[in-house]
């Protein structure tokens, strides 16, 4: 977390978490009695109102009980977010020491060494604020003047490489970090039962309710209050039995304790887990948990554990203790990341990983107080050992917690204009309010009868179950969805599913299947005058130089990090492969190795395994030479020997390679090195006179049809193998290693395509929607595979990027581009950058233009390469592959606003050799071109990605997987169309329930307005019917329909302010307005219509609410209700048709012969019971005519009218506001000759790229096609229109 403060205004703090980039503004407050006893009269006197309404803005109590103070005088801190009001927290306390506070932060915090020189001594004792936001606890430092977070704490022993030492730390030093840290402990603390009911109690929605019950009571309304009184207490109780259970679960999943061994003023003790801290020393061999409790670096012994829960691999992780050659590990701990570097994790053990193996070792790290004879190697044989370095809340499982507990907030424009609508339904009821308000006191009604009426017309307006009828639709999706394997933490994302234009796969484990077959070995051979000859697909044909030190078979048994558990290897599938083909097995605890780790010459290197070849093989040594089923000279397994690993260098995803060293028994004075990685780098690497002739050629050979490459290479450590003492292993360095090697072969992997991805992916081509792999593997690789899944579709063109030195017009070896970094320094003149070249994939003679991805023909003399690319140029039917370090170097290059990146960005369909992090900004370059993006992926390379994304989906069962949105038991991506799907059906039934909700509202409150005229409202038990026995079954039936069987191209609306929407629902209102004012009139028009009159006619509130119009404006509107279900229930081509909804037709059905029995068939019973007056059997039929006039208009407008007339309507506004404001402007002087524009300004036109906007013939197009023009369209979606081919390419 980096933090900043203003000098002059020390109640003021900036801080920011790294792992979410979350600015956040701390506000110092202190406590006022003056004003704390005027907001709590104000409350008193507003009868807790100033209270609930305070819950809601969270600024009264602030404003009038608080005051600014000092960071360090504070008794709140207010937490902001770009002015916004996040939480108040109370600031506590700590007793520690000035130094642990100087020595842990000065350094950590600002980097600066003054801070620490300038601290109080270290044995002063302090009292220090300290308050706790989103489970991140910060500690005032008093010489920063500042909040830090105590995850930032690095003790200064660190900085110097110096691990706690051997006698542990003090219970005085214990005592005082406890203090500073709290427990170690990840633990939710649950809520009462009592605050959560508070909590949702205070909800807006529920305090609606309750007003509005207490309208009702006060109209006598008791029944209907009773009924909806009873409903709300059911919703809050099935809402906290959820959220209790939710949270248990949560709780159960994070909090872990258990006991542990640790050392402490030089004796060992059992202690509880909680009471670890940063710098204790814990034992791991002999313990009984599994679970590690804590972040901790590994010190002595080594460790094999199951990081699933993390990252989502299963492969196990191997640990290693950190020695005095990688002693700078602790220097480089980055203790304000959220995650460590891969040269830092492979010593760590991770909270909540699960240790598959613990094996002791001799103590080789040099600690603060360990010995000289420690640090060589020659100490006693001790248990593995383990340093805390985080606990609780700032491990790596603790910010998974926080990010599960307070997920990334979600903007989605159907949440925004719900709320709008709401707000305009609010304004209607207010009109009504003033209109009826004074029609009323022009009755002579009494005061308190006004009020109580005004104040219902509110509640009728505003419909309270709106909100729960709305959700209802969702809720039903995450059902269906969880039937089919796939469970979401973020509901409201189903909706937002609904949009998404672009959906972007990792390769390996989602789009393929997870395993590899090793297909063969690629070998020099010298007969072949060096270059690689065929692929052997079996051990025993491997030829090699029977006088060479270097073996293939070595590099196979050897090169790798696998380890045995139960006897069984474990570790990355593609080097368990390896060591299966070369039939060699490793062994870690043999006579070998005792032996070597025993011998004085190997002082100081202790072997980590043995390879040894079968035994079946052990021949006599004159059967060495044989002759392969190609007729190659074969070295027979007979000539090989054990072979001891010394060293590993484990796979580095920046230099995409791993080594190790290793001695064979045979020759003691043969130490060779080994490296195995992508072909790029080890070719990088390699002594030039090595690399065949062929290199490139058999490369892209396998590559293009979609294998994945691993290159082979090694060379002998000579001098290491002359030298007196082979401890000089030890201290060999990487580069030392990793450098003129000679090339052995390639291993070449096939990777199968999972069955159901082409059929998928074909359905999400049909829907027009985007699709992208964004992978780590080769490129070439990438776009075979990407080709035979048909993620490309068959005829597009493929062009991969290559880095060529400026001014020339060689381009560097096939795919460059993805050496190391070193390709984007200067060239040997140092003169200029290299630059950006795309070749077909293919190999014709035709390339892109850097700066416009225009196809063009690198010889203008060839007739058929240059009419070859003015076609594709035409059509569009071709893409570009983007490399990780391409991608990273032009978006550095480059504006991330210029045109070369969103060409790329909307050219791109594979992204290879992307990294994590590359994946991640990758999917925010599309969300700011106006995607709504999807990823979907498995494993911890994904999870950046997954959270980034607007649809995250993984495909791992993981506890990581929890931080993306969506989870798929399904292991392939069926799951994608399948919640798309969804997605579409969930937000096409929240607009069909939004629009029957609010025309049910405005059919009421027009019932209510017309009734008022005469001061009558409708009864208890035609409210109770209408609301519970018509509208809420409807609303439910109505969410319950399914999704469309298919995708179509058209994503729907996701805007209730749109055209189309507005449109529709206005159009509705004005016909059952229509229909109901014509009833009203045509009631009263009867020669045996009765006006309603006082039954006390000194008293104007007497009149009773059953007579002639009641009745008539009551049985009209229950079809009305029942029609308005009826057009609204949107079936395809989102949702399935309402006939296949049988729960929905049952209740219609049900309905619509209860409403004509009651209408046709009077039954005395229930007139009474709904306060009917009975009316003659002609005006019956009326009625019914009169409703199914209005059901005839009101479909034939919904279907046929209100689409057609949306856009010419949505156009006459506009040009009645710009007559209005060219009005205006004419009134002022200004120049009135100024064409329509929807663009505020030019500078609005330039913005963002949005200049695509103006077409070529603006300044000449007609009024009525600028009419036609709008603002804000999603930017893809115009560069979509200006590239070619965009209309069919996707």
């Known amino acids: 977390m980096d933090d900043s403060i203003d000098a002059h205004n020390r109640c003021f703090q900036r801080a920011c978490f790294a792992e979410d980039e979350m600015p956040v503004d701390l506000l110092g407050l202190r406590k006022s009695f003056a004003g704390n006893a005027v907001f709590w009269i104000l409350v008193f006197c507003s009868a807790g109102l100033v209270?609930?309404?305070?819950?809601?803005?969270?600024?009264?109590?602030?404003?009038?009980?608080?005051?600014?103070?000092?960071?360090?005088?504070?008794?709140?801190?207010?937490?902001?977010?770009?002015?916004?009001?996040?939480?108040?927290?109370?600031?506590?306390?700590?007793?520690?020491?000035?130094?642990?506070?100087?020595?842990?932060?000065?350094?950590?915090?600002?980097?600066?060494?003054?801070?620490?020189e300038a601290s109080p001594p270290v044995d002063q004792a302090l009292r220090l604020p300290v308050f706790t936001f989103k489970h991140h606890r910060f500690v005032y430092h008093p010489q920063l003047d500042m909040f830090v977070s105590v995850g930032l704490w690095k003790d200064i022993d660190w900085y110097q490489g110096k691990a706690t030492g051997a006698l542990g730390l003090t219970q005085e030093q214990h005592a005082q970090r406890l203090e500073l840290f709290g427990k170690c402990l990840i633990d939710i603390r649950e809520k009462s039962y009592m605050r959560l009911l508070l909590e949702e109690a205070l909800n807006p929605f529920y305090v609606f309710q309750l007003a509005s019950i207490a309208i009702w009571c006060a109209e006598e309304y008791y029944y209907y209050s009773a009924v909806i009184f009873a409903i709300s207490l059911l919703s809050i109780a099935a809402t906290l039995i959820s959220t209790k259970r939710t949270m248990r679960k949560i709780r159960q999943m994070s909090a872990y304790t258990c006991s542990v061994t640790v050392v402490r003023d030089g004796k060992r003790a059992v202690v509880d887990s909680s009471d670890l801290v940063p710098g204790d020393i814990f034992e791991l061999s002999g313990s009984q948990f599994k679970t590690v409790p804590c972040e901790a670096l590994l010190l002595e012994g080594d460790c094999i554990v199951n990081e699933s829960m993390l990252t989502g691999e299963s492969v196990p992780e191997s640990k290693l203790a950190i020695t005095a050659v990688n002693s700078r590990v602790l220097q480089d701990i980055n203790m304000s990341a959220h995650t460590f570097s891969s040269e830092v994790s492979r010593h760590m053990l991770f909270a909540g990983t699960h240790l598959v193996r613990v094996r002791g070792g001799r103590g080789t790290y040099c600690s603060s107080n360990s010995t000289s004879e420690c640090a060589a190697g020659r100490g006693p044989a001790t248990h593995a050992t383990a340093m805390v370095l985080r606990t609780g809340f700032n491990t790596t499982k603790g910010m998974l917690v926080q990010s599960i507990l307070f997920p990334k907030p979600t903007s989605f424009k159907f949440y925004r204009d719900a709320f709008r609508f709401i707000g305009v339904l609010a304004l209607v009821a207010l009109v009504g309010f003033v209109i009826n308000t004074v029609n009323l006191h022009r009755l002579s009604v009494s005061a308190s009868r006004i009020v109580q009426r005004a104040f219902d017309l509110i509640t009728v307006a505003i419909p309270p179950a709106l909100p729960a009828c709305m959700s209802i639709g969702v809720a039903f999706a995450a059902s269906r969805l969880g039937k089919k394997g796939i469970f979401t933490i973020s509901p409201s994302r189903i909706n937002v599913a609904s949009k998404v234009a672009a959906v972007c796969f990792d390769k390996t484990g989602t789009l393929t299947e997870d395993g590899l077959d090793l297909l063969g070995i690629c070998v020099l051979s010298k007969e072949s005058e060096g270059e690689l000859v065929e692929l052997a697909p079996n051990v025993e044909d491997i030829s090699e130089q029977s006088d060479h030190p270097l073996s293939v078979l070595h590099a196979l048994a050897t090169c790798h990090s696998l380890n045995l558990v139960d006897n069984l290897p474990v570790g990355d599938p593609l080097e368990t492969k390896m060591l299966e083909f070369s039939k060699w097995t490793i062994d870690e605890d043999s006579d070998e190795l005792e032996a070597a780790s025993s011998n004085q010459k190997n002082a100081g290197v202790k072997p980590i395994l043995v390879a040894r070849p079968p035994s079946q093989m052990t021949l006599s040594s004159g059967d060495a030479i044989t002759e392969n089923v190609i007729g190659l000279p074969v070295v027979s397994r007979s000539s090989h020997k054990p072979v001891l690993v010394l060293r590993v260098f484990e796979f580095s995803s920046g230099l995409r390679r791993s080594s190790v060293v290793t001695l064979a028994l045979d020759d003691p004075s043969s130490i060779c090195a080994y490296v195995k990685g992508a072909p790029e780098s080890i070719k990088d690497i390699c002594r030039p006179e090595t690399i065949p002739a062929n290199f490139q050629s058999v490369l892209d050979g396998y590559t293009k049809s979609g294998r994945r490459v691993i290159a082979l290479a090694g060379k002998q450590l000579a001098d290491l193998g002359q030298s007196s003492s082979n401890s000089a292993v030890t201290q060999l360095a990487r580069t030392s290693v990793e450098n003129q090697l000679c090339f052995l072969g390639f291993l070449v992997f096939e990777n199968k395509i999972k069955p159901e991805t082409a059929a998928v992916l074909k359905e999400l081509r049909d829907a027009k929607i985007r699709m992208m792999m964004c992978t780590g593997d080769n490129a070439l690789t990438a776009v075979s595979v990407a080709r035979e899944c048909h993620l490309v579709s068959t005829g597009t063109r493929?062009?991969?990027?290559?880095?060529?030195?400026?001014?020339?017009?060689?381009?560097?070896?096939?795919?460059?581009?993805?050496?190391?970094?070193?390709?984007?320094?200067?060239?040997?003149?140092?003169?200029?950058?290299?630059?950006?070249?795309?070749?077909?994939?293919?190999?014709?003679?035709?390339?892109?233009?850097?700066?416009?991805?225009?196809?063009?023909?690198?010889?203008?003399?060839?007739?058929?390469?240059?009419?070859?690319?003015?076609?594709?140029?035409?059509?569009?039917?071709?893409?570009?592959?983007?490399?990780?370090?391409?991608?990273?170097?032009?978006?550095?290059?480059?504006?991330?606003?210029?045109?070369?990146?969103?060409?790329?960005?909307?050219?791109?369909?594979?992204?290879?050799?992307?990294?994590?992090?590359?994946?991640?900004?990758?999917?925010?370059?599309?969300?700011?071109?106006?995607?709504?993006?999807?990823?979907?992926?498995?494993?911890?390379?994904?999870?950046?990605?997954?959270?980034?994304?607007?649809?995250?989906?993984?495909?791992?069962?993981?506890?990581?997987?929890?931080?993306?949105?969506?989870?798929?038991?399904?292991?392939?991506?069926?799951?994608?169309?399948?919640?798309?799907?969804?997605?579409?059906?969930?937000?096409?039934?929240?607009?069909?329930?939004?629009?029957?909700?609010?025309?049910?509202?405005?059919?009421?409150?027009?019932?209510?307005?017309?009734?008022?005229?005469?001061?009558?409202?409708?009864?208890?038990?035609?409210?109770?019917?209408?609301?519970?026995?018509?509208?809420?079954?409807?609303?439910?039936?109505?969410?319950?329909?399914?999704?469309?069987?298919?995708?179509?191209?058209?994503?729907?609306?996701?805007?209730?302010?749109?055209?189309?929407?507005?449109?529709?629902?206005?159009?509705?209102?004005?016909?059952?307005?229509?229909?109901?004012?014509?009833?009203?009139?045509?009631?009263?028009?009867?020669?045996?219509?009765?006006?309603?009159?006082?039954?006390?006619?000194?008293?104007?509130?007497?009149?009773?609410?059953?007579?002639?119009?009641?009745?008539?404006?009551?049985?009209?509107?229950?079809?009305?209700?029942?029609?308005?279900?009826?057009?609204?229930?949107?079936?395809?081509?989102?949702?399935?048709?309402?006939?296949?909804?049988?729960?929905?037709?049952?209740?219609?059905?049900?309905?619509?012969?209860?409403?004509?029995?009651?209408?046709?068939?009077?039954?005395?019973?229930?007139?009474?019971?709904?306060?009917?007056?009975?009316?003659?059997?002609?005006?019956?039929?009326?009625?019914?005519?009169?409703?199914?006039?209005?059901?005839?208009?009101?479909?034939?407008?919904?279907?046929?009218?209100?689409?057609?007339?949306?856009?010419?309507?949505?156009?006459?506004?506009?040009?009645?506001?710009?007559?209005?404001?060219?009005?205006?402007?004419?009134?002022?002087?200004?120049?009135?000759?100024?064409?329509?524009?929807?663009?505020?300004?030019?500078?609005?036109?330039?913005?963002?790229?949005?200049?695509?906007?103006?077409?070529?013939?603006?300044?000449?197009?007609?009024?009525?096609?600028?009419?036609?023009?709008?603002r804000g369209r999603k930017e893809y979606k115009i560069l979509l229109e200006k590239m070619a081919g965009g209309s069919s390419w996707h």
């Open 51 to 116: 209270y609930v309404v305070d819950k809601w803005v969270n600024v009264i109590y602030i404003n009038i009980a608080l005051k600014r103070s000092d960071l360090a005088d504070a008794h709140c801190v207010q937490v902001q977010q770009n002015g916004k009001h996040l939480s108040l927290e109370k600031v506590g306390s700590v007793n520690v020491t000035s130094g642990l506070v100087a020595s842990g932060f000065g350094l950590t915090a600002l980097n600066s060494q003054e801070a620490v």
């Open 798 to 1270: 493929v062009f991969v990027p290559h880095f060529v030195s400026s001014g020339s017009n060689r381009s560097d070896s096939v795919f460059s581009s993805e050496k190391d970094s070193g390709i984007f320094k200067t060239n040997i003149l140092g003169l200029a950058m290299p630059r950006v070249c795309w070749k077909d994939a293919l190999g014709s003679n035709i390339e892109l233009d850097p700066s416009t991805l225009e196809p063009f023909a690198t010889n203008p003399l060839d007739a058929v390469a240059v009419r070859s690319a003015a076609d594709l140029a035409r059509s569009g039917c071709y893409c570009v592959a983007v490399t990780g370090d391409v991608f990273t170097h032009l978006f550095k290059q480059n504006s991330e606003h210029s045109d070369i990146c969103k060409r790329i960005l909307m050219r791109g369909a594979v992204y290879a050799r992307m990294s994590p992090e590359q994946k991640a900004d990758l999917i925010e370059r599309l969300q700011e071109i106006g995607y709504i993006a999807c990823f979907c992926g498995d494993g911890a390379n994904d999870c950046a990605a997954l959270k980034t994304a607007d649809v995250g989906i993984s495909l791992s069962e993981a506890e990581a997987s929890v931080a993306a949105p969506f989870t798929s038991h399904t292991k392939d991506i069926r799951c994608v169309v399948e919640l798309l799907k969804e997605g579409r059906c969930s937000i096409a039934t929240s607009f069909g329930c939004f629009k029957f909700m609010a025309l049910y509202s405005m059919i009421q409150f027009t019932s209510c307005c017309l009734l008022y005229v005469y001061n009558v409202n409708l009864s208890d038990g035609q409210y109770l019917f209408i609301d519970l026995f018509t509208i809420l079954p409807i609303a439910v039936c109505m969410d319950r329909s399914k999704p469309y069987t298919r995708l179509v191209p058209r994503r729907p609306s996701a805007s209730l302010t749109s055209k189309k929407v507005l449109t529709s629902l206005l159009g509705n209102v004005v016909l059952v307005i229509a229909f109901q004012v014509a009833v009203f009139f045509i009631v009263e028009a009867q020669p045996w219509y009765q006006k309603p009159r006082p039954d006390d006619p000194s008293d104007p509130d007497s009149v009773p609410n059953k007579c002639d119009l009641s009745t008539a404006l009551f049985l009209f509107s229950l079809f009305q209700y029942l029609f308005a279900g009826i057009v609204f229930n949107i079936g395809p081509p989102y949702r399935q048709s309402a006939f296949r909804n049988y729960t929905y037709l049952a209740v219609v059905a049900l309905l619509v012969a209860f409403d004509l029995w009651m209408l046709l068939a009077p039954v005395n019973g229930f007139y009474s019971l709904f306060s009917i007056e009975h009316t003659k059997v002609g005006w019956r039929f009326w009625i019914l005519g009169m409703a199914v006039a209005n059901f005839v208009a009101c479909y034939v407008g919904e279907r046929f009218i209100f689409p057609r007339i949306a856009i010419p309507l949505a156009k006459t506004l506009r040009l009645v506001r710009w007559g209005l404001l060219s009005t205006y402007s004419r009134l002022r002087g200004s120049d009135t000759n100024v064409l329509y524009s929807p663009f505020k300004s030019a500078a609005d036109i330039e913005h963002g790229g949005n200049l695509y906007q103006v077409e070529d013939n603006w300044e000449t197009a007609g009024l009525w096609s600028r009419l036609g023009y709008r």
